[in-house]
């Protein structure tokens, strides 16, 4: 972590983003609240379908139709509001401000133009002076993450494997010298060894430049890898978050139990590693009242279906999640295990609610 004046804070508030289907506008994500913190990397983690590209998408103002902010604000230091921010001031503030790699940017390379012709006019766009010590930048970089850089500048997109132009997302995003760098899945399309690379060298130009980063990825060991803090998305909210260690140490939502329990390396033991069972949510089927989670969740109580789940604020983890005030029994066992009083089939639970 740093404490560089230049990385910039980023408060994103109650933000919720629609998208229009033929069942009418469905929310993608939903209320979130997230502070990235200047000079931290923050993991964002979740299943395919959370929204995390939604949210990602949502701090560059981004999202196109038949997507829409439909409330909340992303407030970014230096820029004010994003949301309230369009033509020339967004353009501007992409790229030079916010660094970004989109999930898609294996194949957002123009495919009739070199990376160092692309590089040249992206370094225009932004009005670069130098545009001989940009394309030096961008071949240190690339040389960093393991390629020949002259090479690659001079490379079309068909001549570079998918990890190759995974790689080159990376340093587009990093080569403008933004201070807050957004980068959504920057290694799936990775081998573990090139990944690690990728993580290390994400992690030393943050520090050296004293950046503000969000890494958005479905894989916890990523973020276990690499995020300071770690933010747990599902059905369209985050359901936990926290500093990195402490929520993979000690999770105190369901949720992140189940995804850390199905990872054998993190567990430690393959035996152990058990799947969550189900599947996660689509935009259809996220339930409209009462707990995102509940339909996969092992704890669940009547007040989960639908009462809206408290946010609370334990020092410095938030989770959202009834059951998190009960004590570290309740997201592990079962409401009925936990009761001394057996309850009949449509009985009111004896635990649980009453204390909620
Ligand atoms: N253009 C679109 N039109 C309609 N629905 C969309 C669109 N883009 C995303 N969605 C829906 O919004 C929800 C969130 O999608 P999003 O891409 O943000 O999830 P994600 O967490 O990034 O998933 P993945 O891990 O697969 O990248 C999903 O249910 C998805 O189907
Ligand atoms: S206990 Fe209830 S609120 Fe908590 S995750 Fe389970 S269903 Fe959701
Ligand atoms: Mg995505």
Same mark, same amino acid.
Not at 155 to 161: A, F, M, Y
Not at 185 to 190: I, M, N, R
Not at 286 to 306: H, K, L, N, Q, Y
């Given at each position: 972590m740093t404490s560089d004046k230049r990385a910039p804070g980023v408060r994103i508030s109650d933000l919720s983003v629609v998208y229009r289907t033929p069942a009418g506008e469905l929310p993608a994500v939903r209320g979130i609240d997230l502070e990235l913190v200047p000079g931290t990397i923050t993991g964002v983690v979740g299943e395919s379908g959370s929204g995390k590209s939604t949210l990602a998408l949502s701090l560059l103002n981004a999202v196109q139709p038949p997507g829409r902010i439909s409330a909340g604000s992303v407030e970014i230091d230096g820029l004010g509001d994003v949301v309230a921010l369009g033509g020339d001031d967004l353009r501007r503030a992409r790229g030079r401000h916010v660094g970004y790699v989109f999930q898609a940017a294996q194949s957002s390379l123009?495919?009739?133009?070199?990376v160092g012709k692309q590089l040249l006019d992206l370094g225009r766009s932004h009005d670069v002076e130098d545009l001989p010590g940009l394309v030096k930048e961008a071949r240190s970089l690339l040389d960093r993450m393991g390629m020949d850089g002259a090479r690659v500048l001079d490379?079309?997109?068909?001549?570079?494997?998918g990890g190759m132009r995974q790689r080159v997302g990376i340093m587009l995003a990093l080569v403008l010298n933004a201070h807050l760098v957004v980068l959504d899945?920057?290694?799936? &399309?990775?081998d573990m060894i090139t990944q690690a690379t990728i993580l290390r060298i994400i992690r030393e130009v943050h520090e050296e430049r004293g950046l503000t980063t969000l890494v958005i990825t479905h894989d916890l060991g990523v973020v276990a890898e690499v995020a300071d803090r770690l933010a747990v998305m599902y059905g369209g909210r985050v359901v936990e978050q926290g500093p990195t260690r402490e929520v993979l140490g000690d999770p105190r939502h369901p949720y992140t139990r189940g995804l850390l329990q199905a990872i054998p390396r993190l567990v430690g033991d393959i035996d152990e590693a058990r799947a969550l069972p189900g599947r996660p949510p689509t935009l259809g089927t996220?339930? &409209? +009242?009462?707990?995102?989670?509940?339909?996969?969740?092992?704890?669940?109580? +009547?007040?989960?279906?639908?009462g809206e789940p408290p946010v609370l604020t334990q020092g410095p983890r938030i989770v959202a999640c009834? &059951? &998190? +005030?009960?004590?570290?029994e309740a997201v592990t066992e079962p409401a009925k295990e936990r009761q001394t009083v057996t309850a009949g089939v449509g009985d009111t639970p004896t635990t649980g609610e009453e204390q909620a």
């Open positions: 123009n495919p009739l133009k070199t490379s079309h997109q068909h001549e570079l494997s899945e920057p290694t799936t &399309a990775l996220i339930p &409209a +009242d009462g707990c995102v989670f509940r339909e996969r969740c092992a704890v669940r109580m +009547d007040v989960c279906e639908t009834h &059951a &998190a +005030d009960m004590g570290p």
